[in-house]
């Protein structure tokens, strides 16, 4: 059935996710409104996980033409959204040409605009967890849980870093439950001329992917890029998976039931691991975002980001 909007009454943003109202975005936002001065507020639009195609595109057809509607941030659909509704922009970034992805929508003049801004958001939050020299001086290889267009996008950053002569891993493996992610992953890589070494591996099970764990090198970086832990149960890792001595774990989720950083902080002690989650990617992300839908500038480090940061830790931490 189709979904029906209701016109927006004043400059609205909207989130367009699964389980919207459980981010710390809807305390965030006002938050964040007050602190640069934005006379605007922020809706949550939950879709199923692979919703139909018509309704990706009631979505942004409704964006588009109301007002008051700026513009949006996409999660869970960045794919499936652009992919059914891709005929309604009038002009995308560079990143959503190779991506096939929109994860910003936002509005320039009577234009609608998608970017694909996972590859910088999820480059300036790999840079802070992972130090520089890092993979060089580790050796460490790259894993990624996950074939979606969060892996996607850091592979394109790596690619974008490795030919600007910067340090990228050795080795990327990146694993997926189903077959044509990865093909659809290859097929990018190819069309860019990709010259890091990357494994696609099929693993349909929890178990496939321990397997994969074994294979890495001391100080690898290991990432939950699967959702699992956040719009699904559980993770990607069996609990008798092992991670290499001095990896580095990394979670794309900062809420929801990490059982894929239980895992990691099971072992922490035992095998020196670094354990990080999606915080830092939270911020990058909607920073970038907010930038984009309001036409302003917001750093990506210094003072102002650093407040920005702290007034979201500060307003998450309030009584609900």
């Given at each position: 059935?189709?979904?029906?909007?209701?016109?927006?009454?004043?400059p609205t943003m909207y989130f367009i996710g699964v389980t919207t109202t459980k981010s710390s975005i809807m305390k965030v936002f006002p938050a964040w409104a007050r602190e640069l001065n934005?006379?605007?507020?922020?809706e949550g639009i939950d879709l199923p996980l692979d919703d139909t195609p018509e309704h990706y595109r009631e979505v942004v057809d409704f964006i588009k033409h109301d007002p008051h509607s700026l513009g949006a941030l996409v999660t869970t659909h960045k794919l499936n959204l652009?992919?059914?509704?891709?005929?309604?922009?009038?002009?995308?970034?560079?990143?959503?040409?190779?991506?096939?992805?929109?994860?910003?929508?936002?509005k320039r003049g009577a234009e609608l605009w998608g970017h694909a801004m996972d590859p910088v958001t999820s480059g300036l939050a790999l840079e802070a967890i992972v130090p520089d020299g890092y993979w060089s001086r580790t050796g460490g290889e790259l894993l990624l849980l996950g074939a979606g267009g969060s892996s996607l996008a850091v592979t394109l950053y790596l690619h974008n870093r490795g030919a600007a002569g910067g340090d990228v891993p050795s080795r990327i493996v990146v694993t997926n439950r189903r077959e044509a992610r990865l093909r659809e992953m290859r097929t990018v890589h190819e069309r860019l001329g990709f010259t890091i070494p990357v494994d696609y591996r099929l693993a349909p099970e929890p178990s496939d992917n321990d397997a994969q764990l074994r294979?890495?090198?001391?100080?690898?970086?290991v990432v939950n890029a699967t959702g699992l832990g956040k719009?699904?149960?559980?993770?990607?890792?069996?609990?008798?998976?092992?991670f290499p001595a001095g990896a580095i774990a990394w979670d794309f989720n900062y809420r929801g039931d990490l059982v894929f950083l239980d895992q990691a902080r099971a072992q922490r002690d035992a095998s020196a691991l670094t354990v990080a989650d999606g915080w830092l990617y939270f911020i990058h992300g909607w920073t970038r975002v907010i930038a984009e839908v309001f036409h302003i500038d917001i750093p990506t480090h210094g003072?102002?980001?650093?407040?920005?940061s702290r007034i979201a830790r500060d307003v998450t931490k309030e009584p609900a």
């Open positions: 059935m189709p979904r029906t909007y209701r016109a927006a009454a004043r934005l006379d605007a507020v922020i652009y992919k059914a509704a891709h005929g309604l922009f009038d002009g995308v970034g560079r990143e959503t040409e190779l991506l096939d992805e929109v994860s910003s929508v936002s294979t890495l090198s001391p100080g690898s970086v719009d699904r149960p559980g993770s990607p890792l069996t609990d008798a998976a092992r003072p102002v980001f650093e407040r920005l």
